[in-house]
């Protein structure tokens, strides 16, 4: 027998069984990016993901912390974004394969990790093989799971939900060290995920399993618990401080706006989802067809079938309070997706100001009805009384809702096909890898076209991570509400102007000297052409722009109004003219100096200068906590140069000037880390000892 439908203990090898079963199907589900070079590239995998990722491969291929990202806005603090993965172990994967065959294996991977955790969870609850893998499947291959793949960290943090949840159950069953080391580990798994949001539904999850669960009014579980979260946040500190130190530097520091609320509700086409196959294919993607107010959601689809609900309907019907307690966890779901739409639910949102989408909490939904649908199997296999029957039935169902959902569900299409080849042989990228530089991209399609294939057609037309340095558009950080304040003020300085001269002398204050867009206004503007020159149909460069590493001729204090102001003004946007905030700083109308030397890698940067008079060095990075400089290996005060940039004086004469970044919390990060990897392996062998101790001192029958 393949799979027992029995809810008897089984041996730990039987479980390869269903682990083989559902690798088999993820590689079905992601077969072309995998075997056959097609791109993952809808919405967030090409605009976000796959940047980042790449960035992150290059790093951990050349031995180096990816802390610093200098090629989106102006530079960003990679490490502090959870998602980016730095410190998450399954990122190794991405050192197997080019970075979107990558993507797509790293997708597979926490499918498989997904299913085996609901797998287990609902072993726990007693249930057998066939029924706890058919909930699994549901789980990993369901409207949520894929639809959600564009957003990877989503994906990887609901891959390791189930392993919370089930280790935290057993820690109130039978509250000893053991569990709690056990416990503490896949949390801090499940923190290094990088989707804290998560943290919300499993919070809410634990609270009505808890409410339901017999022993509430018990207090041993609960020491174990907080110390299990304790030692789970300490392992995590490094990442939690840079993270925290980012978000009180956001604009998301000040939560989501009404009309941010509204927009990121569930929406009516999702709930039909459920039970009718999502109309997205390769060949119609129609906008309003298929979400009527033309919004394209986040979640794309809930699909789990009408069978699936049918199996949840009478999982409904076991015995006990587990299935009324995950009755209830979907209701919770469902009363917070709804959103503004119920009125109710919006104090409750507001509560977690800067994670309140309520579209996530269709998760809920999600993870629930999977649950559900394993209690109806069993439960429906238990009415059988033949356990041959009951084994060819529980195997028919399996196999039938396990390629329901990889026909159904693989309709969503996300991928390209030979995009990355094409890519790399364009003009556009022939010119960029000859003369490197910043690129600010713009399109123009986006409120032009019907269908959601047009869209991404249209973007993949003007934007990719293999074309140099992005400046300037806000996809690429994230959207505006969770961008870093002064990223914010970059992407307000330049995109909401049309293509003409005050963009060309604000993107060469940027040092930008790259733009690509398929605009036509580009092309059709005076103003522009007279600033810039085509160098491919979507490719034009600044005839003006400032160097990333210089001297400028000219330094000028300036404060309040006046400081803003000058960002305008074109004598500032080729480099030659700096303004300062510091007045104690006396202004220069002449200095001068050379570069004889720049080496220049993310987050660290080496120069070998030289001036005659002494004079202020500008580096077109941002500023942010975290920067260094050091002029001859002597730590010098930074000054901060046109807003935005990093300056330093350096003394007339030869030196070795070097720039570095690294998180401002790192060190008292990776020391709160090691205590809690050190207090979880000292408890590790106290709760050995105590066994070997208490096998020893127990008497002999």
Known sequence: MLLSSSNSSQPVM????????????????????????????????????????HFLTESMKHGEWAFWNPRVMMGSPFFADPQSGVLYPPSLLFLLAETPKAIALSLAFHVVVAQMGVYWLARHYQIGQLAAATGAVVYGLGGWMISSGNMMAMVHSAAWAPYTLLVCERLWAAPNLRNTVIAAAIIAMQMLAGWPDMFIMIGLILVVRRLVTPGILSAKWLPYSLLAGLLATLIYSPQLLATWEAYTQSVRVGGMSNSDLFEFSAISAQWRSLVIPPSLSSENWNIFDVFPDGRVPLILSLYVGGSCIFLSLIGLSRPGRTSLSWLIIMGVGIFLAMGPANPMAVPLLKLVNMFRSPEKYLYLVHIGIALLAAFGVARLLSWIRSPRLALSTGIAIFAALSIELVVINSRIDPTVKNYYPDLRNSAETQYLSAVPGRVYSRSAAADQIDSVQELYAAYRSALSPNTGTIVGISYLNGIP???????????????????????????????????????????????????????????????????????????????????????????????????ISDHSIAAKSSQEGSITRYEDKPGKVNASVATATGGLLVLRQQFYPGWRVYVDEKETSIIPTNRFFIGVEVPPGAHQVSFYFEPSHWRLGLALSALGLFALFALMMLDRRTSRLNVITSPRK
């Open 14 to 53: 039987r479980d390869a069984v269903p682990a083989i079963i559902f690798c088999l199907l993820a590689l079905a589900m992601y077969y072309g990016p995998l075997f056959l070079g097609d791109a993952l590239y809808f919405r967030d995998f090409q605009i976000f993901y796959t940047p980042m990722k």
């Open 481 to 579: 509400f969770i961008a870093l304040r002064e990223q914010d003020v970059l992407h307000n300085l330049i995109d909401s102007l049309p293509p003409g001269t005050l963009l060309a002398r604000r993107l060469g204050f940027l040092g930008t000297p790259y733009v690509m867009t398929d605009d036509p206004e580009f092309g059709s503007n005076d103003e522009w052409a007279e600033s810039a020159s085509r160098l491919t149909n979507n490719l034009w460069r600044l005839k003006q722009s400032a160097p990333m590493l210089s001297f400028p001729t000219r330094v000028v204090p300036l404060t309040g109004w006046e400081a803003q102001d000058a960002i305008n003004q074109e004598d500032f946007s080729n480099g030659n003219s700096v303004f």
